[in-house]
């Protein structure tokens, strides 16, 4: 027979409190088996029977505090004050207790009272000196700021750090609180400015900030410090031609001040105006040689140009003067990736993460990166979720108001709602995870870009989709479900499979068939359509989609464009070409017909479809292609899920992309066929290995 542990009973527990009514622990045992609604009675009646000590007190409210019976707690702290008057620090409890439970701004009557009792407040908080404050967070400072309040003790200077250190916490209402003080004692100082633009920001009331900035600098202010904190915000806002505009000014006005000039180049370089923020860091390392973000922003820009063995000796310099500082650690990893060496990029992120004094999410995504692009997924995954936070990481994280999912919990399923994040092209890839999460869930809808969701109710028709739109729609926030998930977080619960199917690429050695997976299903209406009209158009030739750009044009990206006479030089003669090249141009349209009449291949229009929003029926043309050739962009994910074979060619000094996860091809979408050339070399050479390929594989 197997003996279990019985618990105590109710009755028993009540026998020894009358045998022992003094005995706190009996106390403690009562409350743990006592209901919620009866917890207080038995706190009322405990201090009834019996006359505790101050230590007995502080250790029930100790036993309180690690559960949820806050309404018990509060009781209890104010029984405490009520037995003990005079203990200051007992009334400053009472007033946070009254914040924590009730959410509300500190009682200033409570905090009268215990400085009342003690105008010092010594022993508050062991770093209640204005001076501590970095080491103090949330709502203990804004205990303090009251205080300071109360007993009259901000003077201009100590609420300007109160400003900025609320501005710090992402704190509008105390800011706010912060400028209303000023506003009522007419300190009138541009100091504040910075502040007061920061909580405009917050409250978008963007048309109230360019006036006062127009207003501070007709006032020649020579306060650099001042200057530069406004341009900082204007940055934040994502106005970059205002931002340098401002800057320029800044530093005409301050010719050799190191935090303007580098702030201006730092505006230049999000403008791309490359050339002009160069000259700057350049100007700037000759008057100050030992100002290292001058040194790590132009390691980045060598970076940019694939001159990456300058860039690592750039930030190298930053690194001896500031051994181990995180931002060129960080910076000195991505030369590293960039150049292949994902070992010590690894390295150099991890060191980035240690070194720094608060969590490094710049450092924590870009480690995410380098480890799933060699394999490993269980902890690159688990890292990736860290990309919500860093700087460039450009999607929004969506809140449907419900609980985080956790990932599959065996047996036990849930209902989930999911959010595609980042491109249209980025969904599809992801779609790959569709199938798992309908088995492990008895209610799943995702949230996803409008014009897929036609292939992906025809692919999974078990599944519910949502049009993404700028609010949540009704359907995910008032539907019962529990979760909810972006799908990038997704791959962290599915770690086997995807390492099952990394472990059949790497054997594989690539796509080998003819007959590639298609994981999306088309219309196949349209795709007869569309199949007539090109066999037609075709005349039993190969026929090929091709696209050369993307509308997006950083300049991280278009070194991968090329133009249409490139594309045509990998076009086997006598062969057909689709142009899918959305929002192109008149003369890049007749440009490509004139390379064809001189390559000797025949260019066919796709007549009324829209390439940037009828996508379902560019879904089916994809279908019908022999193949596409173009970037890496939306079009190739879209051939590849329906196993369109896409030849698909980067400019990349690694010869990877981090979707490889190790291998030599595309895991999540094998069709992909990747033509990786070097920076330096030229784009001929790649679209001649390409043309190879095709001849060898479709003739002519």
């Not at 003690?118 to 204005?130: A, D, E």
């Not at 978008?204 to 410090?225: C, M, Y």
């Not at 960039?338 to 870009?366: C, H």
Request: proline content about 5%; overall charge positive; aromatic content about 12%.
């Amino acid at each position: 027979m197997v003996s279990s542990e019985k618990r105590p009973l109710v009755k028993n527990i009540k026998i020894n409190l009358l045998q022992s009514p003094s005995n706190l622990d009996n106390y403690i045992s009562c409350l743990k088996d006592t209901k919620k609604n009866e917890t207080i009675e038995v706190l009322l009646k405990f201090i009834s029977i019996v006359a505790p000590t101050y230590q007995k007190f502080s250790e029930l409210r100790g036993y309180l505090i690690q559960t949820e019976l806050k309404d018990s707690l509060l009781l209890l702290q104010s029984l405490i004050c009520k037995r003990y008057p005079l203990s200051s620090g007992d009334w400053v409890n009472m007033s946070i207790l009254s914040h924590n439970i009730h959410m509300r701004y500190p009682s200033q009557g409570y905090l009268k009272k215990a400085l009342v009792i003690n105008p010092i407040l010594r022993g508050l908080s062991p770093n209640f000196k204005f001076e501590n404050l970095p080491e103090l967070y949330g709502k203990e400072n804004q205990i303090i700021f009251y205080l300071m309040l109360v007993k009259g003790q901000l003077s201009k200077e100590t609420l300007l750090q109160w400003g900025f250190k609320f501005k710090q916490l992402n704190n509008p209402k105390l800011v706010n609180r912060i400028l209303n003080l000023q506003k009522i004692r007419n300190w009138d100082d541009s100091k504040f400015l910075p502040i007061k633009i920061w909580s405009l920001i917050e409250s978008r009331s963007f048309e109230k900030i360019g006036p006062l900035i127009t207003a501070f600098v007709n006032q020649k202010s020579k306060d650099i410090v001042t200057w530069n904190n406004i341009g900082l915000e204007i940055q934040k806002i994502g106005q970059v031609r205002q931002t340098l505009k401002y800057f320029l000014l800044a530093d005409r006005q301050f010719k050799i001040n190191p935090d303007i000039t580098h702030n201006c180049a730092q505006a230049a370089f999000d403008g791309e105006q490359f050339d002009l923020a160069t000259q700057k860091l350049r100007k700037n390392l000759v008057l100050h040689p030992k100002y290292k973000k001058s040194w790590s922003l132009l390691s980045i820009y060598l970076g940019l140009v694939d001159k990456i063995n300058e860039a690592v000796e750039a930030v190298n310099k930053s690194l001896i003067i500031s051994p181990n500082w995180p931002p060129a650690l960080v910076n000195k990893g991505l030369h590293l990736a960039q150049r292949g060496d994902a070992s010590n990029a690894i390295s150099n992120f991890k060191n980035a993460i240690q070194m720094s004094e608060t969590v490094y999410p710049q450092a924590l995504y870009n480690l995410a990166l380098a480890q799933i692009s060699v394999g490993d997924i269980k902890e690159g995954f688990e890292n990736y979720q860290w990309r919500w936070f860093a700087d460039g990481f450009t999607a929004k994280k969506r809140n449907f108001g419900k609980k985080q999912w956790m990932g599959p919990k065996g047996s036990k399923k849930d209902s989930l709602a999911i959010y595609m994040e980042q491109g249209i092209g980025d969904e599809v890839m992801y779609s790959w995870y569709f199938n798992f999460l309908q088995k492990d869930t008895t209610d799943l809808i995702i949230e996803c870009d409008r014009r897929l969701i036609p292939i992906f109710e025809r692919t999974f028709p078990l599944l519910k989709f949502e049009a993404r739109e700028e609010n949540v729609g009704p359907r995910i926030i008032d539907g019962l479900y529990q979760y909810e998930c972006a799908i990038g977080d997704v791959p962290r619960y599915y770690v086997e499979p995807l390492e099952a199917l990394i472990g059949a690429s790497a054997k594989e050695g690539g796509p080998q068939s003819d007959s590639l997976p298609s994981l999306l299903k088309v219309n196949s209406r349209k795709t007869t359509y569309w199949r007539q009209y090109l066999e037609n158009a075709c005349e039993n030739r190969p026929c090929f989609g091709v696209f050369w750009r993307s509308k997006i044009d950083f300049a991280n990206r278009s070194k991968n464009y090329v133009s249409p006479s490139l594309i045509g030089k990998c076009i086997p003669f006598g062969s057909v070409v689709v142009n899918l090249q959305y929002e192109h141009s008149q003369e890049e349209d007749n440009y490509l017909k004139d390379i064809a009449k001189n390559y000797g291949f025949k260019v066919v229009d796709l007549p009324e479809i829209n390439l940037t929003n009828d996508i379902d029926d560019l879904f089916s043309v994809l279908k019908v292609v022999d193949a596409v050739i173009g970037p890496l962009l939306s079009t190739s994910w879209f051939a590849a899920a329906v196993g369109t074979p896409a030849y698909t060619f980067r400019k990349e000094e690694k010869g990877y992309i981090w979707q490889q996860f190790g291998t030599k091809s595309i895991v999540w979408a094998p069709a992909i066929r990747m033509y990786f050339s070097r920076p330096s070399d030229p784009w001929e050479n790649t679209m001649s290995l390409i043309q190879s390929d095709l001849l060898q594989k479709f003739g002519r």
